[in-house]
């Protein structure tokens, strides 16, 4: 079992940044893949990025290439996801997840509460 926090959200201006963290439970962290995925009002959650358990494989959406990171620190059994030059259309509940191996089609099989993005034009 892993229970995960996001934390990080807020309003932010078009063109500016905010870094996304999520915390996660118990001793067994550091063996799942994780996944940031994000839905807006009206329509389906979508994969946003991905990182297997050894850091060492990322995957990202088209829409957020360049400009999103994730990464994650499997000591603080943490991971996350910077978000820099965003957009108003980056405007979405933010959750992670744990799953098997990071990518966009994995079975993510625990999920966050999720955090508000609210990026202004």
């Known amino acids: 079992q892993v229970h995960l926090v996001e934390s990080g959200g807020g309003l932010v201006q078009a063109g500016g940044s905010l870094r996304l963290s999520c915390a996660a439970s118990?001793?067994?962290?550091?063996?799942?893949?994780m996944g940031w995925f994000r839905q807006a009002p009206g329509k389906e959650r979508e994969f946003v990025a991905g990182?297997?358990?050894?850091?060492?494989?990322?995957y990202y959406a088209d829409s957020v290439k360049g400009r999103f990171t994730i990464s994650r620190d499997n000591d603080k059994n943490t991971v996350y996801l910077q978000m820099n030059n965003l957009k108003p259309e980056d405007t979405a509940v933010y959750y992670c997840?744990?799953?098997?191996?990071?990518?966009?089609?994995?079975?993510?099989?625990?999920w966050g509460q999720g955090t508000q993005v609210t990026v202004s034009s």
């Open positions: 990182i297997t358990w050894s850091g060492g494989r990322t």
């Open positions: 997840a744990a799953g098997s191996v990071g990518g966009p089609h994995d079975e993510y099989k625990y």
């Open positions: 118990g001793r067994t962290f550091s063996y799942y893949a």
